[in-house]
């Protein structure tokens, strides 16, 4: 079982507000990452961190930002949400050893679904 | 880069075995990875294949060839539980732990 998670887990908020999805895991990874999925679509990767102090833009452009201050946190960041930004946001994180050898398994947060108004 | 390539959507009956196949290209990997997503839900994680040949969790088992670009998931005794899309996945290569994901396959299990 995997000990990672999100908050809030659903957000509706009106255009131009500044938001900042949680992500918060106990496991000790030193990867996370923030995905970004459409209902029915693919995941795309908008940030990752290798560790404290290190981020990453991912795949997809995104108009968001992140941080990673602490191992077990990374919180990611909406200045002035819009409607584009309506969809389901997914942390994980990966790093965990497996038969003694470390793995590139990503566990997933429960998500949080984002509407913009 | 990489490149995966899955079928978009399947069915399948009840109590049957069902195969998912996954090909792909790319310059180098560590693994392929299955992942298992129910509507509105985040990704789980099923299995991990590094080397090739098949392993067997339970009723999910999973194949990987190398040398032919290709893995399969293989689901015996079908529930209909098991209605939801799986996710082909490719872990990157070294040390370098970003992960592509295919688009995945949804499957519908029918009594």
């Known amino acids: 079982e995997a000990d990672i998670y999100q908050t809030p887990r659903y957000l509706v908020i009106g255009t131009g507000k500044k938001i900042t999805l949680e992500c918060s895991q106990t496991?000790?990874?030193?990867?996370m990452y923030w995905y970004q999925q459409d209902p029915g679509m693919e995941l795309h990767l908008i940030h990752y961190?290798?560790?404290?102090?290190?981020?990453e833009k991912g795949d997809l452009s995104s108009e968001s930002t992140v941080s990673r201050i602490r191992t077990e946190h990374f919180p990611l960041t909406l200045e002035s949400a819009r409607p584009s930004h309506t969809s389901q946001y997914l942390c994980?994180?990966?790093?965990?050893?497996?038969?003694?050898?470390?793995?590139?398994?990503?566990?997933f947060g429960p998500g949080t679904r984002l509407t913009v108004l | 880069g990489q490149n995966i390539d899955q079928p978009t959507e399947m069915t399948a009956t009840e109590g049957a075995i069902v195969q998912i196949n996954c090909t792909y290209q790319?310059?180098?990997?560590?693994?392929l990875f299955w992942y298992q997503q129910h509507a509105g839900e985040a990704p789980t994680f099923l299995s991990y294949?590094?080397?090739?040949g098949l392993e067997e969790k339970g009723r999910f088992s999973s194949f990987l060839s190398r040398s032919k670009g290709y893995s399969y998931l293989l689901l015996k005794e079908l529930q209909m539980k098991d209605s939801a899309s799986y996710l082909c996945?490719?872990?990157?290569?070294?040390?370098?732990?970003?992960?592509?994901f295919g688009i995945g396959t949804k499957l519908q299990v029918i009594p």
């Open positions: 994980a994180s990966s790093g965990g050893l497996a038969g003694g050898h470390l793995t590139d398994t990503q566990y």
């Open positions: 496991m000790g990874h030193d990867k």
């Open positions: 961190s290798y560790g404290v102090n290190s981020t």
């Open positions: 790319t310059s180098g990997f560590n693994g």
């Open positions: 294949n590094v080397l090739d």
């Open positions: 996945a490719l872990g990157g290569s070294g040390g370098y732990q970003k992960v592509t």
